[in-house]
């Protein structure tokens, strides 16, 4: 099965600095690759995904990357505030292109 | 529905007894999802129904969990001779099928065994 691992486990930056969280997983077949978000409290949302055949996507002050052949993608949050404080998952699929195996999860703190 | 929806939200329950948790899929969505987060925890995987197929039940962690899917629609889990082990939000979601289907998770339920 898909083994999934996320580095940090936990982040601290100041207000407008750069985070960034790597997950890397062990099925080469796997070709998507979401993260979520999660608030203290509140459920998991999907913040952004990229499939295997990009590179890299952008959404506003979020990014991923991947890099298919050392397998792990991602997370760039660029301008950090308050509010990108949570819990944050990836979730690669599985090579049965069925359920997502989540990380471990990075807890990110951003201090004003 | 306009969401996925679960309930009840908060669920005790003494030790041995049973429960079931009950989970409302957006409408449309033919795949839905059970997981299990436990306090600071990730989500770990229990069980996927996916149109008519069989289920994939590989998460479940033991046999007193089960779960069923009728009519394509709503799902129930049920825990049975509850554990204080067992204890955790117990999260439910649903997508389209297809590979690059992202999950919207409904907003769970808290089980709490004393």
């Known amino acids: 099965g898909e083994n999934v691992e996320q580095h940090p486990s936990t982040l601290s930056v100041q207000e407008g600095d750069s985070a960034v969280i790597k997950c890397t997983y062990s099925?080469?077949?796997?070709?998507?690759f979401p993260w979520y978000k999660q608030e203290l409290g509140k459920r998991p949302q999907l913040i952004i995904d990229?499939?295997?055949?990009?590179g890299e996507k952008k959404d506003q002050r979020i990014a991923v990357t991947l890099n298919k052949t050392a397998k792990h993608f991602s997370l760039h949050i660029t301008e950090t505030q308050p509010e990108d404080s949570a819990v944050y998952f990836c979730a690669p699929r599985d090579n049965q292109g069925g359920k997502l195996i989540f990380g471990q999860g990075t807890e990110l703190s951003v201090k004003p | 529905g306009a969401g996925v929806s679960q309930s009840p939200s908060n669920k005790v329950t003494e030790k041995g007894k049973d429960v079931e948790l009950r989970c409302d899929p957006i409408?449309?969505?033919?795949?839905l999802y059970w997981y299990r987060q436990s306090l600071g925890q990730g989500l770990e995987f229990l069980i996927y129904?996916?149109?008519?197929?069989?289920?994939?039940k590989s998460g479940l962690p033991s046999d007193r969990f089960s779960a069923e899917r009728t009519g394509g629609s709503v799902s129930t889990l049920t825990i049975q001779r509850t554990q204080q082990e067992d204890s955790a939000v117990y999260l439910c979601?649903?997508?389209?099928?297809?590979?690059?289907?992202?999950?919207?998770f409904g907003s769970g339920t808290r089980l709490t065994v004393v």
């Open positions: 409408s449309g969505h033919t795949a």
């Open positions: 129904f996916q149109g008519n197929s069989a289920p994939d």
């Open positions: 099925d080469s077949a796997s070709n998507y």
């Open positions: 990229i499939r295997s055949n990009v």
């Open positions: 979601a649903s997508s389209l099928i297809g590979s690059f289907a992202g999950y919207t």
